[in-house]
């Protein structure tokens, strides 16, 4: 099965600093997608980013960045120029490929609280 | 478009006691899934469904029941309510089918307290 980890439960960020969110994740396939979801405090759930594991180059989304490493399964969440609007929980997560049976559901992490310090 | 809708958004219930947490989708989306969300654990899928008349278990489907009568819903019941099943529940839906990604669209969530 497959398995997210955030081994981080809090990071702390200066405003307008850059902060780098961890994650590594368990798979038997060659071909996934990932994901990093914000959480505010209003509850509810965003994407900010995705990474599709057949692509070499690390998505990009404005300020949020990732650096995908697929041999070492690890799929880190860059915040640059951090703002308070950042300061929320975020969760990375797994999709399966669709030829599994299993590209209906995602896998979290147990998330990570970032605070944004002004 | 609406998107994912959930009512309610806040429920306390009486240990014992069942109810249905609605979810709804303008999308036409085929998957559907129900997610429940504690403290330090990430969020956990309860139930999902790939199509209407198609539903399966999660990682956590123990006291709750699902169906898919329609595309659009996907309720979530809970038959005897126990207070362990206090937790943030969300519902998410995407299109299906084909190698193509396709976002999860979550909706704004349920907070349920079971006294």
């Known amino acids: 099965a497959q398995t997210v980890t955030q081994s981080q439960p809090e990071m702390s960020v200066q405003e307008a600093e850059t902060v780098t969110l961890s994650c590594t994740y368990d798979?038997?396939?060659?071909?996934?997608?990932l994901f990093w979801y914000k959480q505010p405090p209003s509850r509810q759930m965003i994407l900010v980013i995705r990474q599709e594991a057949y692509k070499q180059q690390n998505a990009t989304e404005n300020r949020f960045s990732v650096n995908f490493q697929k041999a070492a399964k690890s799929f880190s969440l860059k915040i640059s120029d951090s703002q308070l609007g950042d300061a929320a929980m975020y969760f990375c997560a797994y999709r399966a490929p669709y030829y599994t049976g299993a590209n209906s559901k995602l896998t979290f992490g147990k998330g990570i609280t970032l605070s944004v310090r002004p | 478009n609406a998107g994912v809708t959930q009512t309610p958004k806040f429920q306390v219930l009486k240990t014992g006691q069942s109810m249905t947490l609605q979810c709804a989708q303008d999308m036409n989306h085929e998957y559907m899934s129900w997610y429940r969300q504690d403290p330090g654990m990430g969020l956990r899928l309860i139930h999902y469904s790939v199509g209407a008349g198609i539903t399966d278990q999660g990682e956590v489907p123990n006291g709750y029941n699902v169906s898919r009568s329609t595309t659009e819903d996907f309720p979530l019941r809970l038959l005897s309510a126990a207070p362990s099943q206090t937790s943030v529940y969300f519902c998410?839906?995407?299109?299906?089918?084909?190698?193509?990604?396709?976002?999860?669209?979550f909706g704004p969530g349920t907070r349920l307290t079971v006294l």
């Open positions: 998410a839906s995407s299109y299906g089918s084909g190698a193509n990604y396709n976002e999860q669209f």
């Open positions: 798979t038997s396939e060659s071909d996934y997608y």
